[in-house]
T-cell receptor, first 113, second 111 residues
Framework: DTAVSQTPKYLVTQMGNDKSIKCEQN?????MYWYKQDSKKFLKIMFS???????INETVPNRFSPKSPDKAHLNLHINSLELGDSAVYFC????????????FGPGTRLTVL | EDQVTQSPEALRLQEGESSSLNCSYT??????LFWYRQDPGKGPEFLFT???AGEEKEKERLKATLTKKESFLHITAPKPEDSATYLC????????????FGQGTTLQVKP
């Protein structure tokens, strides 16, 4: 009965490759988020989609492109991977306009060699 | 600019030794302050939401409190299984719903 799921759990790839991470939520929330957690465990927002519309696009390189086919799914595609992209990427879901909490997925650990 | 600072960065306690974690924040129009627990290799797990100054919430050995400038997470008689990183986040008045996180406090409870 997973609320927010991500695939894959681990991703190891070479510099310059293109990769995707998928996220799905079954909580009925209208908004989904991508966060990046660096080696110091600092979580920072990257993108957010509300009902398939992009509402947050923080200062993130153009190589990162989120896509939301429907409000239950949010994918993250990364082009031309760089060493600095190595991090843990978390998907989350919530209700944008409300005060309530967000629920996080298990994370995808991306390692760029 | 919305900002969250947590202290200490790391905390080591003996089992049964109570303590508090601090979360200081500046935010325009606080809509909610959130505490999460994160175990190694896992996603943040929701603990509490606090909405207004003076509010308190409890769950087992944890109690979260909120003032206009900071929140405390009090841990009473901790056990080794309470060892984790505790994250504080705020949601401001924008309708984007984004959370601004602090850097976390890593708690280790020794038996």
């Amino acid at each position: 009965d997973t609320a927010v799921s991500q695939t894959p759990k681990y991703l190891v790839t070479q510099m310059g490759n293109d990769k995707s991470i998928k996220c799905e939520q079954n909580l009925g929330h209208d908004t989904m988020y991508w966060y990046k957690q660096d080696s110091k465990k600092f979580l920072k927002i990257m993108f957010s989609y509300n009902n398939k519309e992009l509402i947050i696009n923080e200062t993130v390189p153009n190589r990162f492109s989120p896509k939301s086919p429907d409000k239950a799914h949010l994918n993250l595609h990364i082009n031309s991977l760089e060493l600095g992209d190595s991090a843990v990427y978390f998907c989350a879901s919530g209700i944008a306009g409300g005060p309530d909490e967000q629920f996080f997925g298990p994370g995808t650990r991306l390692t760029v060699l | 600019e919305d900002q969250v600072t947590q202290s200490p960065e790391a905390l080591r306690l003996q089992e049964g030794e109570s303590s508090s974690l601090n979360c200081s924040y500046t935010v325009s129009g606080l809509r909610g302050l959130f505490w999460y627990r994160q175990d190694p290799g896992k996603g943040p797990e929701f603990l509490f939401t606090l909405y207004s100054a003076g509010e308190e919430k409890e769950k087992e050995r944890l109690k979260a409190t909120l003032t206009k400038k900071e929140s405390f997470l009090h841990i009473t008689a901790p056990k080794p299984e309470d060892s984790a990183t505790y994250l504080c986040a705020v949601k401001g008045s924008s309708n984007t719903g984004k959370l601004i996180f602090g850097q976390g406090t890593t708690l280790q409870v020794k038996p």
